[in-house]
């Protein structure tokens, strides 16, 4: 059974196309008989029970008890074909063995998701592994791993009470904060939502409260889900919800933190070192602007390319997601192992020949390129910065007495000095630098040519 379209003057060459997965094409049949042969409309649902065993009939994610998951290659919103493997290895293979008979993973399958659980008393904490095998529609195969953990029962430990009082306390300085900002919006009234920095204190309080509620929520899923368990020991009891809660949490404290850090770095906005780099980034702006759509044209050029070529046989190009956070490691040279090797394996034509363009263009040339636009406005920041203490020297000094005025004049005309003298000596060590860079660029090629 094909899954998609094909075109009239190619069927001759492809009569059947397999889809990628999406939740939109997914095969939601009812019920199917062992090996996936269709079910009679006319069939009891009596008789439906029986022909079609449990694994060959589809289940909602209501049913299973299952939340949504990211994987590799896509996103899957729960439901599904649910085989239950039991609690002994005889009748997990005994399962196993009759799925792969009636072949229960067929060319249309496009994801095989397994979880189990430990529960280890010593330590109170509950692993959840879930284990993902992946077929992408251009036939590569990719096996992913994750774990999560998450403790069921609070101890009654020193470190487990300070950890209450913290929360307590947070509390405490969220309903305070939450009062001051209402007190400052009931006296600015409109002029309040005018500031830019109120908006950040109201994400601030609102992100603080949506923490607050997560916990509770979590907490609450956890409690309820042990309480299933412990009704029955044999049922399909799942964390996964209470885990995703328990992400989520973690995911409003993380952008709390950063607007917190915002915050902070307003504070501290008036440090040397903070001007000298608001500065630079105002300076370098307009560059970087420009520079940014060369880079994203080469980006996006080897981005496609290597999908194209390699999707089948790398992993690193086997769908556009990976393919982009490859790039953009490599880019960064984040990347442990050469991909030259990996490259040239899945396709020997044009293996080196791309994973050589794509170092000597995104992490030789472009990389040098960022670093020379930010060093050179670099040095302009700091030159302004100089110069302006300079004037606003100037600006304070008492002209009356004549003696003090030469004395100032003198210094002020030395800084002045010393300031030329910096900058003559700043430009002479970047054209040497930049020297360096050329020659190290022209020897890395040779040494790619080489390769």
């Known amino acids: 059974m094909t899954s998609c379209d094909v075109l009239d003057y190619m069927k001759g060459m492809f009569p059947i196309c397999y889809d990628e ?34 694994p060959w009939r589809y289940q909602k994610a209501e049913e299973t008890a299952t939340v949504p998951k990211w994987g590799q290659f896509s996103f899957y919103p729960g439901g599904g074909f649910v085989a239950d493997l039991g609690y002994e290895n005889v009748t997990a293979f ?73 929360i307590l306390l947070f509390i405490v300085f969220v309903l305070l904060y939450l ?14 939502f005018k500031s830019f920095w109120s908006w950040v204190e109201i994400f601030q309080v609102v992100f603080s409260v949506l923490a607050v509620v997560l916990y509770i929520v979590q907490s609450d899923r956890v409690t309820s889900t042990i309480r299933e368990l412990q009704e029955n020991v044999y049922a399909n009891v799942n964390f996964q919800e209470a885990i995703a809660w328990h992400e989520a949490d973690n995911a409003v ?77 490599l880019t960064l040279g984040r990347v442990k192992a050469r991909p030259i090797n990996d490259l040239a394996n ?37 030159d302004v910065i100089n110069e302006n203490e300079l004037y606003d020297l100037v600006d304070e000094c008492d002209w009356q007495s004549t003696k003090e005025s030469k004395v100032r004049f003198d210094v002020i005309s030395n800084g002045m000095q010393q300031l030329k003298v910096q900058k003559l000596q700043t430009q002479c060590r970047e054209k040497t630098r930049a020297v360096q860079i050329m020659r190290l660029i022209l020897r890395t090629v040779r040494w790619l040519i080489l390769i």
């Open 21 to 54: 997965y999406s939740a939109t094409n997914e095969d939601k049949t009812a019920y199917n008989k062992p090996g996936w042969k269709p079910v009679d409309n006319s069939t009891s649902d009596a008789e439906l029970l029986r022909l079609c065993p449990k």
């Open 346 to 382: 899945a396709n020997d034509t044009f293996g080196r020949i791309f994973a050589t363009l794509l170092l000597f263009s995104l992490t030789i040339l472009s990389m040098n390129f960022f670093i020379a636009i930010m060093n050179d406005a670099l040095i302009d920041a700091k």
């Open 253 to 329: 404290l993380g952008i709390l933190t950063f607007i917190v850090t915002a915050k902070l770095l307003r504070l501290i906005r008036f440090n040397e070192h903070v001007a000298v780099f608001s500065k630079t980034l105002k300076t370098s702006a307009r560059l970087l602007s420009s520079f940014s759509v060369v880079l994203l044209v080469f980006f996006m050029a080897f981005l496609h390319f290597g999908v194209l070529i390699f999707g089948t046989g790398s992993e690193r190009y086997s769908s556009v997601l990976k393919a982009t956070y490859f790039q953009l490691e």
């Open 94 to 166: 005994s399962i196993i063995e009759n799925l792969q008979n009636n072949a229960w993973l067929d060319r249309q399958t496009r994801a095989v998701i397994m979880e189990f659980s430990a529960f280890n008393p010593s330590v109170n904490i509950l692993g959840i592994g879930t284990y993902f095998y992946e077929v992408e529609a251009s036939g590569y195969r990719g096996p992913f791993t994750r774990t999560e953990v998450i403790s069921l029962y609070p101890t009654e430990t020193a470190s487990y009470q300070f950890y209450l009082i913290c």
């Open 179 to 192: 009062g001051r900002e209402c007190f400052k919006l009931y006296k600015q009234r409109c002029r309040y």
